[in-house]
């Protein structure tokens, strides 16, 4: 009915869905919205149209993007055990160590356990890498990048 290329309708649905989701998404304002959509180069008449669009349907769309988060589960609790096994019948003086980690999580209501069994020096190395991932958040690229999540 259009007389225009499937592809075409395609990638304008496609840029339309993209602007109103990210707009919404960043909650910007009606003069950031007007000049983000300035660019493209429409009609007056459209952007308004647009801006319109937009207004109607942030809070709805901030909802429905709210929904598909995916829920992860949070911390509740951490049992922890320390076992060393020192000698076998093999072998009679030998020192094997091993944590064992009972997590405690809440899902949805719900409390699952899960249970982990690792090395002391694996132990070691996870914490390292934990303590350097809460270092880098503490950088101004990762600052920028979480207030944009938001």
């Not at 719900?110 to 069994?117: E, G, H, M, R, S």
Request: net charge negative; hydrophobic share 35%.
């Amino acid at each position: 009915k259009l007389n225009v290329d499937v592809d075409t309708v395609q990638h304008g649905v496609e840029g339309l869905t993209y602007l109103l989701t990210e707009s919404s998404k960043l909650m910007i304002s009606e003069a950031d919205f007007q000049d983000s959509i300035h660019v493209l180069g429409f009609s007056d008449e459209l952007n308004k149209l647009l801006l319109q669009l937009y207004l109607d349907n942030r809070k709805e769309v901030r909802s429905i993007l709210g929904e598909l988060t995916p829920k992860l589960p949070s911390y509740h609790n951490l049992e922890w055990r320390l076992d060393v096994q020192l000698a076998s019948r093999s072998l009679r003086q030998q020192i094997k160590p091993a944590v064992t980690i009972k997590l405690h999580l809440n899902q949805h209501e719900d409390q699952t356990t899960q249970v982990l069994q690792t090395d002391p020096s694996t132990l070691l190395h996870l914490i390292q890498q934990l303590e350097q991932a809460l270092g880098e958040m503490k950088t101004n690229h990762c600052r920028r990048i979480v207030r944009n999540m938001k």
